[in-house]
Each structure stands twice: as C-alpha cells, then as structure tokens.
C-alpha cells in the first residue's frame, strides 16, 4: 500500500530547507477572510437528498471567533463533530453544496475546505506490494540459523535490517528507555502480539476516525487481520527482545497506536490526522511515524482552496504537537519520484473518487504531512546501502534514509533471502513488507533510541541529532539497477548531504554511543 506507502498508496515527500521555508511562507499569507458571516443557508439550491462530506474550518484560536464560526457552521447547514480551539481547527459534516465557500466568507475563518471528493459513508499507506505472510517451514529454518548464530530472537537470522544499521549491537548497550512512546499513526495496532504486548502503551493509543478521539478499549486494533500494516510498523521500532520472533530496533521504547485508516476504504482523511497529532501531543508522545499521506490528495496544491485548507489544518496540528515536543517522521513514498524536480505527473488523486492527471510543481504542491515544515522525511535503502528501486527522493527533501527493503535488486545472505523487512502481523504472526513506509519507522526507531539517550532533547534537536549519526555512502557513480543501460534516478548532492540518503542512513549504534 502506498498510501500507506505503495505504488496505490500513499508517496511521502521529505521536506528540505528551502521546501519548508517556501510552505512557511505560503502558509503566513493564508487570505483573510471577509467582513460578513452568511444569515441563511448556502446554495439555496441544494436537494435534501445531497451528498455529505467532511470539512475542516480554520479560524483564529481565541473563544469568541471560535464560537462565532460554530454558530455559523450551524447557519450553513452544517454539524459540527470536533473542534480543536488550541489550534483553531473545527471539523465539521455538511450536505450543503456551497458550505465550503460559505464559510470562507465568514469572519475569522482564515480557510475552509472538503477533506473529500467522494460522500461521507456510513460508518492507504506506503509499502510496496503485497505483504510475505511466513510460513512455519521458514521459520523453523530461520530459528536455527538464529540460534547458530547466537542470535538473541528466533527470526533474528532474517532481520538483515537490524544488521545494517547495528540495531543488533545496540540493544546490548542501550534498548532505549520506557519513558519513550513513539506512536504509530496508521491502520492501527495489534497490541495483543506477544512481540508487541510488553511495550504496548494503552493509555496513549487511539481510535481517531471521524476526527475524534475514541480511547476506549481495543478501538486502537486493525478492524481486519488484512489491515497489517500498522501492526507491521510497529514491531519495527519496538518488538520486544523476549526471546520470540523478532526483535524492533528500539526493543525497550513503549509503542502506542492512533487508528487513522477508514474502515470502508482505508484511506486516511485529514480530519483523523489532525486529530492524532493533537492526541498525541496531549499524551506526551515524544515520536510519530507516519508511513502515510493524507487523502484524498497525494499533493495538496495551495491555489486550491480545499486542499489549501487541508494543509493549514494538518500543518497546525503537526506544529501543536512540535511545540508540545513531539518528533515527527514521515516516510518519503514509493513512486521513484525526484521530489526536487521542476514537475511531477500525479495521475493518483483524488484516490477516494475518479483520479484526474494532473502536472505539479512539488515546491508548490505538498505532500502531507511529510512537506510540512520540522517533519523528518525518510528514503528507503536495501541490504547493499543503496537507494530502494521504488523510493522517491530529492535533494533538499530527504533529510535520513533508512532500511526499507528491496527484494528485486538487493537480496541478501540470509536463511529466507528476502530483501524485504520481516516484522509482526496481526493474529500472532510474521511477514515481509517492503516500502518507504518500512523505512520511516527504523529512523523513528533510531530517534528513540536518541530520546532515550538525550530525554531533554527539542524536537528540533532530536532532528539534528539523527542527521548527525547517520552515515552517507555518497551517491553512486551509476544508478542503472534493471542494467538496460538508462539511469534509473539521478542523484543531486555531495558525500555529506543528497538526494537519495539526506545526511545518511541511520545508525542506531552510534546513536546509543
């Protein structure tokens, strides 16, 4: 899935200096809205039978404009479902097909928006494929050359990943303290796994559908065994080392879930994002990961009013929670795509109706939340170091790279030799996954480990401190991995920063060190 990170889901765009400097900037010059709020209902022409679709309503933070907008949500034919007045975001349902620029006239709304192309229901990520179930002759095979190589997990022998980037020898000298939960922002979590179930933080976890956080029991679990990929995250940044199956790269950090996906279609809505990084600022999470872009758009573009809006909304929850001292780290998506280009061709979006193809200017346009301004954007590389075939990039986007698998040109010596990365599944189980999406959370991951190490750390300094650890193999004379003789990506940059690594693969040893 690249929406949660596949060639269908979702594609994160890092976000590089000048790319966050240009988004603050777009971001400060929001129009202000007009004088009058609207007496009556908008589009006086709108059947009883229309469709109903969720909005986000931006408005100044202070009581009196955020009751006022209430009020005239109301007048618009609208409901409200959740209002965040610490970052003057309302979510808000309406079958009024005006209701949108009706309520960018209103006083104080700064921008208003449908976070969907297609109707409200009644009731998308980036890896890479389908997902490798293993089968229990694969797993008798890898724990023996586990334990031959005296391996502390039985499905170790498999985890190359850990290897590359000396998770293995870091476990021995720190694992990474308690008192860090990085939360996963994605299908949600599968908390009853046994890799999973002794860090497993209950009390920051979340149901966030519909915008609106639902903590009670168990509403953070994947509704279906077929929604993996959160629980897949998840045991790479924290399964435990308790001598079954596999080991995360940060083993002794508490992991937590906030369930964003769409039960209908598992997309991921910008209202159920707000709503998680809010979530989880409130409950002291110091890291997310999100292997994801918000739906329905793959590039929000700022001369579009509603995904103008969906930008503004997300973006203020996102710095809520940076000021509140959360990290964020986001993965740079799956299409092969230079993020630091002149023009890419999105034929993707909106994914939640009929996709219209359409040119953008990735300077312009923004891939969320990954392009948002203090988010780590992340590469995926394979066993041999190099840049993942699928993997977007980008000079002054990437900002660290980190294992994500490459199971068609990088294989490595192991007992399965899968170049993809083996982690948990729902219902007690393993499989390979590969993807940007797998990359974020071994950086997350490594940024725990830096937390634990450094717990006053800013999240502005936590970032540097992960840019700093990494290692940069450079970029590669040739990138022509299919061998038909064309360069398959070019990479921009020098040894210390590029476009295919940002300052380096992560390096959890050095991290502990």
Known sequence: MDHLRSPRSRRRLALAVPVVLSLTASLGFLPAAAQAAPDARAGQTAAAEAPRLAYVVNTRTDHRTIASVKRAIAGAGGTVVATYDRIGVIVAHSAEPGFAPAMREVRGVRSAGATRTAPLTAAATTDQGAAQPLTAGQAARTARASAAAGAGEPLEADQWDLRAIGADKAAKINPGSSRVTVAVIDTGVDDTHPDLAPNFSAAQSANCVGGKADTSAGAWRPYTAEDYHGTHVAGEIAAARNGIGVAGVAPGVKVSSIKVSDPDNGLFYPENVVCAFMFAADRGVEITNNSYYVDPWL?????????????????????????????????????????????????????????????????????????????????????????????????????????????RYQIPDTPSKNGRILSTMPNNAYGYLQGTSMASPHAAGVAALLKSEHPWASPAQLQRLLKAQADNPGCPDSYDQDGDGAQDATCEGGGRVNGFYGFGIVNALRAVK
Not at 318 to 324: P, S
């Open 299 to 407: 590039y929000n573009c700022m001369d579009d009013p509603d995904q103008r809006a969906i930008v503004d909304a997300v973006n203020r929850a996102q710095l809520y929670a940076q000021r509140k001292g959360t990290l964020h780290l986001a993965s740079a998506g799956n299409s092969n795509h230079d993020l630091d280009s002149d023009a890419i061709v999105d034929d993707s979006s909106p994914d939640d109706s009929t996709p219209v193809p359409r040119t953008i200017d990735p300077h312009e346009c923004y891939d969320v939340p990954t392009q948002l301004p203090g988010v780590v954007t992340v590469s995926a590389t394979g066993v041999d170091k190099e840049k993942s075939y699928y993997s977007s990039y980008g000079e002054g986007v990437v900002d660290v790279a980190a294992p994500g698998g490459d199971g």
